[in-house]
């Protein structure tokens, strides 16, 4: 996915809080954990010069982030229970960035066990320029839904 991250935590927070989740952090929190992941674009371009897929970072690996919750879930709950409805937003938020991911790109499911990718449509390389690639094939269409979606949202907000 490569423009829908955002308007897609946005649509998640908004349909939590539609079903009734009326904590204010929410919304920012599904926000965050919408486009969290691809911060990694800035140690991808600035400092490993694109010489790893940035997949492969620690961000984008479901593992790590499923470590973290663990790890920060229960003792939220037993401290800070207020926060835990947008901390639950955020880590679920981050496991869509990382399913949208999943659909045209390569994503680490199965790590520590295995060091493949997991991806359900390949997208061939018809173009010299990748972004091309992407934005002509058929799963682009989804990215437009979800920015239909979210404008329509932020619109009936
Ligand atoms: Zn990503």
Redesign the pocket.
């Known amino acids: ?1 490569i423009t829908a ?1 955002i308007p897609s935590g946005y649509v998640f927070g908004r349909l939590l809080q539609n079903s009734g989740a009326r904590w204010p952090l929410i919304l920012p929190a599904a926000v965050v954990g919408g486009i969290l ?2 911060f990694d674009m800035i140690w991808f371009y600035l400092i490993d010069d694109r010489a790893f897929h ?2 492969r970072y620690w961000v ?1 690996i479901p593992a790590f982030w499923a470590l973290v919750a663990i790890a920060v879930l229960p003792p939220l709950a037993l401290t800070a229970k207020r926060f835990l409805p947008a901390a639950l937003a955020f880590f679920a938020a981050l496991f869509l ?2 399913c949208l ?1 999943t659909l045209a ?1 390569d994503i680490l499911w199965h790590w520590p066990w295995s060091n493949d990718f997991t991806h359900f449509v390949t997208i061939p390389a018809v173009y010299d320029w990748w972004v091309l690639n992407f934005v002509l094939h058929w799963v682009f269409g989804l990215e437009i839904l979800i920015w239909v979606a979210a404008v329509w949202l932020w619109i009936k907000r």
């Open positions: 996915m991250h992941p691809d940035h997949h984008h960035h990382l991911d790109g």
